[in-house]
């Protein structure tokens, strides 16, 4: 609704607009290239401040209204943009500075106090003054000597000019460590990191420019163990010159675990293939839910070339609830958002996902001109699609029901695609790695075989092919031959840590103890706190009667991973065998705790409550 003519003004009127919704980013030390904290700063780009405020593209923010609500909203609503357009028209008029708000102030330091750790990048990366857009992926050691719950997280990008966005995962396994230490510059090329490492208790941990922390909120903790690394997917952008590179995180830790663990549900396509000048390509994909949820938050991701973005659950009662719908998506403004109320969808809701791209002339934001072929890929120049939504359950059973339904989509997903990736590149060693890695956690071992071996004859120097593969000879009653390949894996990487642990399960297995004492020893020694490898360290002990060294390795693995059900299991064995049943009962109780399904515990819960209460007190 227009204002009368000449009443607007900067100091009354604006200020409050621009100080709430653009200085964020519009400030010293922000991620905008201007600051727009007070009248002069925004009267010498009023006329600009008005085109992109029209456009919508500015401030920042792609969800639709009316599509699901979200918290921290940066969007002016019609009556603000006609507010700002009059103001620019009529003069930009300044007005009486007894009306002018005072300019916001934001911390010196960390935007929400002192962190209780600030983890750095060891190393500065520096970004090469030109060429294409750079994904890299980023290890930062936690060396936390025993687990920690974390309420918030801050990131400092290092140098917000050239670092597009950020996300955050964990890794437990110290594989990514291995990777950037193979390579000779910091961090190491693309996104392998989502092989070994994860979203921490199904917990986003992104930042995009202008995205303010949030702290903390009551039973929202999520657990970061005791030798974890935290490992940062960077997306960089040249910017003409050389950039160096080197960001830092700060977290914000609690004494409370989590009330509930969250769990991300991912759903898209890998086997995008858009041909050259096609306008509207879709994808789609779905997912039906096993048990009842709480959606938290919602997190859509594409490359340039996305158009459209539609995200709906579709009830068991037919009704259709909208989750997110973004009209027009830009690449340069993705984030994740958080709902202002959970939306709780009951078991049986269908969650659906459609995205559109464009790949014509007409598409400004297309990469290449003229247009090309482009597929699925982690390059900015590929393309990407997918929906990743936070979700909380009931309890415990439910998480699991859930975690197990939906690895089996996950896994069929990745098939898909490293397939289709196959079929346009059949000579990709580490493709057929990859895809015979998911086929045998999907249970199609003579296939993943196959792959491995594809692998091998490519690139005969794959350690990790040959580790995978004997493996998957294992799984055939293959011995002999897998305790070769692992042999032949770790004379080529002779710090090769799954191969090490494989090969001593494979010796322990075949009755070799004292060798696989040996190589689990090796593994442990690569990385002390390796609790699968501890644990069966306690088997192999266990198999020497060497009770003393057994209960020092179960113990080991459970304090490592306390929810460890087949340790705490095995540690109840070794407690039984020396008499304590007390104890033993504890162990057999955890255990199922974790997993309500664990047989074998079940049995022997029963036998240690007999034992205990038969024997002399």
Request: hydrophobic share 35%; proline share 8%.
């Amino acid at each position: 609704m227009p204002r009368p003519a000449g009443t607007l003004t900067f100091n009354r009127d604006i200020a409050p607009l621009v100080f709430e919704n653009c200085a964020t980013c519009h400030r010293p030390g922000g991620a905008g290239p201007f600051n727009l904290l007070g009248y002069a700063d925004v009267n010498r780009r009023a006329r600009q401040i008005v085109t992109v405020t029209q456009s919508r593209y500015m401030p920042p923010w792609q969800p639709e209204p009316g599509y699901g609500e979200f918290i921290g909203e940066r969007r002016l609503n019609m009556d603000q943009i006609g507010m700002l357009a009059q103001w620019v028209a009529e003069g930009a008029i300044e007005g009486n500075p007894a009306d002018a708000p005072e300019a916001p102030e934001w911390p010196a330091g960390w935007h929400l106090g002192e962190p209780d750790l600030v983890l750095t990048m060891p190393r500065p990366y520096t970004l090469s003054a030109d060429g294409p857009d750079i994904f890299r992926m980023f290890v930062i050691p936690a060396a936390l000597k025993s687990d920690r719950y974390v309420r918030a997280l801050e990131f400092r990008p290092g140098n917000p000019r050239v670092v597009h966005h950020a996300v955050g995962l964990v890794d437990t396994t110290r594989r990514c460590r291995q990777l950037d230490e193979d390579d000779p510059v910091p961090g190491f090329e693309g996104m392998r990191s989502t092989e070994f490492a994860r979203a921490p208790d199904g917990h986003f941990l992104g930042w995009t420019p202008g995205k303010v922390p949030a702290e903390g909120e009551d039973g929202r903790t999520w657990r970061l163990k005791k030798g974890a690394d935290l490992v940062l997917e960077l997306h960089m952008m040249p910017s003409g010159k050389p950039e160096r590179i080197q960001p830092s995180v700060g977290l914000y830790f609690s004494d409370e675990a989590p009330a509930k663990t969250s769990f991300i549900i991912g759903l898209g396509s890998q086997t995008i293939d858009i041909a050259p000048g096609e306008k509207e390509y879709w994808i789609e994909d779905s997912y039906v839910l096993p048990v009842a949820v709480q959606l938290l938050g919602v997190y859509p991701h594409a490359h340039y070339l996305g158009k459209q973005m539609r995200a709906f659950a579709q009830l068991p009662d037919g009704s259709r609830r909208w989750l997110v719908y973004i009209k027009e998506w830009d690449f340069n403004w993705q984030d994740d958002y958080v709902y202002r109320e959970p939306i709780s969808l009951p078991r049986g809701t269908r969650l659906t996902m459609q995205y559109s791209y464009d790949n014509s002339p007409e598409n400004v934001r297309n990469p290449h001109n003229p247009p090309q072929r482009v597929v699925y890929g982690p390059n900015s120049s590929d393309e990407m699609g997918d929906l990743w939504l936070q979700v909380s359950t009931q309890d415990r059973n439910d998480l699991l029901t859930l975690q197990t339904d939906y690895r089996v989509k996950e896994r069929d997903r990745f098939i898909a695609g490293y397939r289709h990736a196959l079929e346009i590149d059949p000579e990709d060693a580490r493709t057929h790695d990859h895809l015979g890695q998911v086929l045998q956690a999907r249970g199609m071992v003579e296939e993943a075989i196959r792959h491995y071996r594809r692998a091998l004859e490519i690139r005969p120097g794959y350690a990790e092919s040959h580790s995978n593969l004997a493996t998957a000879l294992i799984q055939q009653g293959h011995a002999g031959e897998a305790i070769d390949h692992y042999g032949r894996a770790l004379k080529i990487k002779p710090d090769l840590l799954e191969a090490h642990y494989n090969l001593g399960g494979a010796l322990l297995a075949a009755g070799r103890i004292g060798q696989a004492i040996a190589s689990l020893q090796r593994a442990i020694r690569i990385q002390p706190e390796f609790a699968r490898a501890h644990n069966n360290l306690g088997i192999a002990f266990a198999q020497q009667e060497d009770l003393a060294q057994a209960l020092y390795h179960f113990e080991r693995a459970v304090r490592i991973d306390p929810d460890f059900a087949e340790a705490r299991n095995n540690l109840g064995n070794a407690l039984l065998a020396t008499g304590n049943f007390s104890r033993a009962v504890v162990e057999y109780r955890r255990a199922l705790e974790i997993d309500p399904s664990y047989a074998d515990a079940e049995r022997n819960l029963k036998l240690a409550r007999e034992l205990l209460l038969t024997s002399p007190h």
